[in-house]
Nanobody, 124 residues
């Protein structure tokens, strides 16, 4: 069973960048498809990005398309969410999630394992 731990969140000004990391243990991202979700205060958790098992297919929420990218390292032990040109609307707790399927999903309910989340705050 995979265990996920996010890091890299923090406070950033509008237009700034952050890179979130998701470290996997127990299994690697060669066997677990990774997705990123976020939850703003008072709102439901929403899909941000996901990547297929082989890394060749990625999906992004329309709100982050062109600003965010998703990747994983060569050892497939860490996944990343690079966030550029951040806006206050990107503020929230960001979660990485894993599922034992080869293709990504935008549905939170289709992910089996979740990290504890990391806070991202974008100040204007």
């Amino acid at each position: 069973q995979v265990h996920l731990v996010e890091s890299g969140g923090g406070l950033v000004q509008v237009g700034g960048s952050l890179r979130l990391s998701c470290a996997a243990s127990g299994r690697t991202f060669d066997t677990v498809t990774v997705g990123w979700f976020r939850q703003a205060p008072g709102k439901e958790r929403e899909f941000v990005a996901a990547m297929s098992l082989n890394g060749r297919s990625t999906e992004f929420a329309e709100s982050v398309q062109g600003r965010f990218s998703i990747s994983k390292d060569n050892k497939a032990t860490t996944a990343y969410l690079q966030m550029n040109n951040l806006t206050p609307e990107d503020t929230g707790v960001y979660y990485c999630a894993g599922r034992h399927y080869s293709y990504p999903s935008r549905r939170a309910g289709e992910y089996e394992t979740w990290g504890q989340g990391t806070q991202v705050t974008v100040s204007s």
